[in-house]
């Protein structure tokens, strides 16, 4: 199946900090999604994207699909307490349904 | 319900027996997927409805594996014959067509 690497693996940060996160592909997607999974709950859509190029923002959050189309960033600015979780990238391909997930990335924030 | 709906939110159970796995999708949402995840790892997929199409079933692991829709609503996955390996949380989610998804709290499945 599809490969999607995602890093950094975890993350410390001091509250206030600027945090940012990755993923590539194998292969090129038509959609990414990032989302953020807090203990015991399931994952929550924080921002999805269709374009190559696009850039949207949902508050402190900001992510891009990148023009190669196998590769997408998030970053979130000015962190607080809150933001800790695992924060999953997720893509989909033009052919086949199913969403391939990265192995998700976990944000400690320090107050 | 305004969300994706899962039962039960915790099973235990021993290994051997069968288990059945229970979600409820928003209402309207065509598309339906089953993920599993182990603890610390990403999400794999399992299984994937759309409509009246036939299932993408490429996910499932083995054979005690299955899933069915009753409807176009709801749905069980069943695993028999329940083995250790086999626990992890279980996650439902539901999409509008190839849309993006939106998931339940999941089902953490414990096989002693």
């Known amino acids: 199946g599809q490969q999607l690497n995602q890093s950094p693996q975890s993350m410390f940060i001091q509250e206030g900090e600027d945090v940012s996160m990755n993923c590539t592909s194998s292969?090129?997607?038509?959609?990414w999604l990032w989302y953020k999974q807090d203990p015991g709950e399931g994952p929550v859509l924080l921002i999805a994207l269709y374009k190559a190029g696009e850039l949207t923002s949902n508050g402190r959050l900001t992510a891009q699909f990148g023009i190669t189309r196998k590769d997408s960033f998030l970053n979130i600015s000015a962190s607080i307490p809150s933001d800790v979780g695992i924060y999953f990238c997720?893509?989909?391909?033009?052919?086949?349904?199913?969403?391939?997930f990265g192995t998700g990335t976990s944000l400690t924030v320090i107050p | 319900g305004a969300g994706v709906s899962q039962s039960p939110s915790n099973k235990v159970t021993e290994k051997g027996k069968d288990v059945e796995l229970r979600c409820d999708p928003i209402s309207g949402h065509t598309a339906l997927y089953w993920y599993r995840q182990s603890l610390g790892q990403g999400l794999e997929f399992l299984i994937y409805?759309?409509?009246?199409?036939?299932?993408?079933k490429s996910g499932l692991p083995s054979d005690r594996f299955s899933a069915e829709r009753t409807g176009g609503s709801v749905s069980t996955l069943t695993i028999q014959r329940t083995q250790q390996e086999d626990s992890a949380v279980y996650l439902c989610?539901?999409?509008?067509?190839?849309?993006?998804?939106?998931f339940g709290s999941g089902t953490q499945l414990s096989v002693l």
């Open positions: 989610a539901s999409s509008l067509m190839r849309e993006k998804l939106f």
């Open positions: 292969s090129i997607f038509n959609t």
């Open positions: 409805f759309q409509g009246n199409s036939a299932p993408d």
């Open positions: 997720a893509g989909q391909a033009n052919t086949g349904n199913q969403f391939y």
